[in-house]
């Protein structure tokens, strides 16, 4: 992955502005489209400059900003746009997630003192780093505006919105971390949890209503390595390495969080994260402890055994408990890899000067360059750090980050689940087909919550016709049973058993309502969008004629022309019309008709007599291209278009040509057209510089080929 790096010579520092005027800025760019659209330098400084702060604090900012890699760097410098992607948030877990919880427990284990929360705006609140957690990270990710309040000074209007129960020093067993004083175990969070649900109970009316609630809200726990650091690896201390070989005893503790789990579950939780453990023989406490100045790899295989079952354990879960999800976030695998790539250098060394808990001696002044620590004190990673595995837990760069999704994909899952989307549960196989159209429809970015555009129009043949074609003299309509049979209205004119492409697109993107067809469209509703496609239509006006009336293409295009303006006349003018237009996502799926039911009925069209496979491909692709440019010049500047479906495998071909398996020269002449469509997106994206045109394969989707599914992954 390519990054982009700036470096900042210092010569001397008096204010901000004689700071930043001193500096040099060198900037080396790999791809520029990874940013989705460019990055705007004065806003990151903007945000940097601060006439009021040290020196010492903004030198660590331009660090900490200029030598992240680029997505690190949206995260830090950019806010997350649109509502909270869920209602609430709770957080259990230890150190690396406390934000308070430890501050009033009479323990040494509590870091509300500077130097930690250098980097924090209200300085020291019981953080254990020198800015955000990964909870303050991910809680921004999803739409989060506030950072989700410590169970200890949580109001009763906070705890709607979710509460952080993590606790320094707690583990998975009661005993761990004992000799460090208090701290909340995780049986102990669960406890204090059991008392918000209650709370929550009662703001709502029930605990019926409660439990719909919390079914919706998103969970994370990040807990286990204190059960190591601050328990097996004291034989001192604790017994527990002479009663457990380390397989025995990660089993012992995955049984333990089974049965923590499983409370938590009973308690209305439905989406839950598990994060692994970190590589702790790594960390500078265990480094020093083993007297090396590597890793400690005894340890780390140790923590190794404890994630392989957990891992299993999420499997199990799935199986078991069909209405929720748990994923593993596998912080081992977002931590590989070279360190230098999100600038840091030192890694095996405290970043604060440390006492002989491991933790920052109090007010002592720590490193100046804390962007290039790996660790802030001998047990605590910096922000740096957090940043990368929050948004790698959130949205997985390697496949090995999450499983069997990430966070992101289980809010989206959750989605589709509550829409009544069957999807089937348990391995990553299964959920491949999802997690596919999930990733077309939202890019990294994109929020939940809020609908996302102001408008949909789509078009197309009987795959997004939603009862365009109910009154027409066709035999290409569906509005009776058993058509229908699983949607909530019955037969409506839609072509399968339930909902249409079209119509879960338009759930994903937020639309309260089915997107209606222009048949019955009427009133205000028109400016929210319109349906167009019709069964039996194709790319050419004579495509399914055999079969009655349809509304092809142009037609289709020609009463999108008279919805514009209806939609002039309900906004004011042809000019705000436009501006809307510009704004909305349009789809068009269509072409299948002009093979199944055109090149293919050699007794009714001639056009397999007159061109070759190839040529038939051009000829509908030129004047597809000239549809498209008048769809263009009516507004449409967002423009998703479907590529064609497998054809040689649907049974009507493969009744046509007696054989049990898929007819390969149809698939192949499709294949065909596709290949043109893919590079009239290329063409079109270059020409037409104010639009951006993406290319769906439905091919690759429902047979899992290795290809991409987006060509172009999203609009800027």
């Known amino acids: 992955m390519s990054s982009q790096i700036f470096n900042c010579l210092v010569h001397s520092v008096q204010t901000a502005t004689e700071y930043l005027e001193k500096c040099l800025y060198t900037v080396r760019i790999g791809h520029n489209d990874f940013l989705n659209g460019y990055f705007p330098a004065t806003e990151l400084i903007s945000r ?53 919880n430890n501050n009033n427990l009479s323990t040494s284990a509590k870091v509300n003192y500077p130097p930690y929360g250098i980097d924090f705006p209200d300085g020291p609140t019981g953080r254990f780093t020198n800015g955000r957690t990964i909870l303050d990270i991910l809680g921004q990710l999803v739409g989060f505006e506030n950072y989700i309040p410590p169970f200890a000074a949580a109001t009763s209007q906070d705890i709607i919105k979710g509460v952080n129960y993590g606790s320094g020093a707690a583990g998975i067993r009661d005993e761990t971390g004992r000799q460090l004083g208090d701290r909340i175990s995780f049986n102990k969070q669960l406890l204090n949890h059991q008392k918000v649900v209650s709370n929550i109970a009662s703001l709502l009316g029930s605990q019926a209503a409660a439990n719909e609630y919390l079914g919706r809200c998103l969970y994370t726990v990040v ?17 527990t390495s002479k009663l457990y070989t380390p397989a025995q005893y990660a089993e012992v503790l995955v049984q333990q969080y089974s049965q923590q789990l499983m409370t938590l579950y009973n308690n209305g939780a439905r989406k839950i994260a598990l994060f692994g453990l970190g590589p702790i023989g790594c960390t500078p406490a265990e480094i020093s402890i083993y007297r090396t100045t590597t890793c ?8 190794q055994l404890f994630n392989d079952k957990l891992k299993f354990l999420v499997d199990d879960f799935n199986r078991q408990l069909t209405d929720a999800k ?14 230098a790539t999100i600038g840091l250098q030192i890694l095996n060394q405290p970043c604060c000067k440390v006492s002989e808990t491991g933790l920052c001696k109090p007010g002592v002044r720590p490193c100046t360059f804390r962007a290039i620590y790996l660790f802030w004190d001998s047990f605590h990673p910096t922000e740096t750090v957090n940043v990368l595995t929050a948004t790698r837990a959130y949205n997985g760069l390697l496949p090995t980050d999450a499983y069997p999704m990430d966070i992101r994909q289980l809010i ?14 348990g391995t990553p196989d299964r959920l491949l087909g999802i997690r596919r159209f999930c990733f077309i429809i939202f890019n990294p970015q994109t929020t939940l919550g809020a609908q996302q555009i102001p408008c949909f129009f789509s078009f197309g043949d009987s795959l997004v016709d939603n009862g365009n074609n ?16 699983d949607f909530p209205d019955g037969p409506t004119g839609r072509f399968t058993n339930g909902r249409t492409i079209i119509d879960i697109v338009g759930i994903l993107l937020g639309f309260n309502d089915f997107i209606p067809p222009f048949a019955t ?5 028109i400016i929210k969008g319109i349906n167009y496609g019709s069964g039996g239509a194709g790319i050419r006006d004579e495509t399914g004629k055999h079969r009655g009336d349809n509304l092809s293409f142009n037609k289709q295009m020609l009463n999108h022309r008279t919805t514009i303006s209806r939609i002039a006349s309900l906004i004011g003018n042809e000019t705000s019309a436009r501006k809307h237009l510009n704004k909305c996502l349009y789809s068009v799926m269509i072409g299948s008709n002009d093979y199944i039911n055109n090149y293919y009925l050699p007794q009714n069209y001639n056009s397999s007599s007159k061109y070759t496979p190839d040529q038939y491909a051009a000829a509908l692709i030129q004047q597809y291209l000239h549809q498209l440019m008048t769809l263009y010049n009516y507004g449409a500047r967002k423009l998703v278009l479907f590529g064609l479906g497998p054809l040689g495998c649907i049974p009507t ?11 390969d020269s149809i698939n192949d002449a499709v294949q065909l057209f596709n290949d043109r469509l893919k590079q009239l997106v290329e063409d079109l994206n270059t020409k037409l510089s104010q639009a951006k045109l993406i290319y769906i394969n439905v091919s690759s989707i429902q047979f899992g080929a290795p290809a991409s599914i987006v060509h172009f992954a999203s609009f800027q």
């Open 223 to 239: 807990i286990g390595s204190n059960d190591y650091i601050n328990n097996y690896l004291m034989p001192q201390i604790y017994p």
């Open 326 to 339: 748990f994923i593993y976030i596998n912080i081992t695998s977002i931590q590989s890899g070279d360190p």
């Open 521 to 525: 469209a009427s009133g205000q509703e």
């Open 48 to 100: 940097i400059y601060d006439e009021d702060e040290s020196a010492d604090r903004l030198i660590h900012r331009l660090s900490r900003g200029f030598h992240l890699n680029i997505w690190a760097l949206i995260v830090l410098a950019l806010p997350i746009w649109g509502a909270p992607q869920v209602p609430c948030y709770f957080s259990f877990g230890d150190s690396l997630v406390d934000n308070g």
């Open 412 to 425: 989206i899952f959750f989605r589709l689940y509550n829409a009544s989307i069957y999807i089937s549960s």
């Open 653 to 663: 071909e493969i009744s046509m040509f007696p054989t049990p398996t898929c007819v």
């Open 470 to 485: 109910n009154n027409l003299n066709t035999t290409s309509k569906a509005n009776y049973r058993p058509y229908g049979i």
């Open 296 to 303: 400690v790899d005894s340890v780390n295989a140790a923590v």
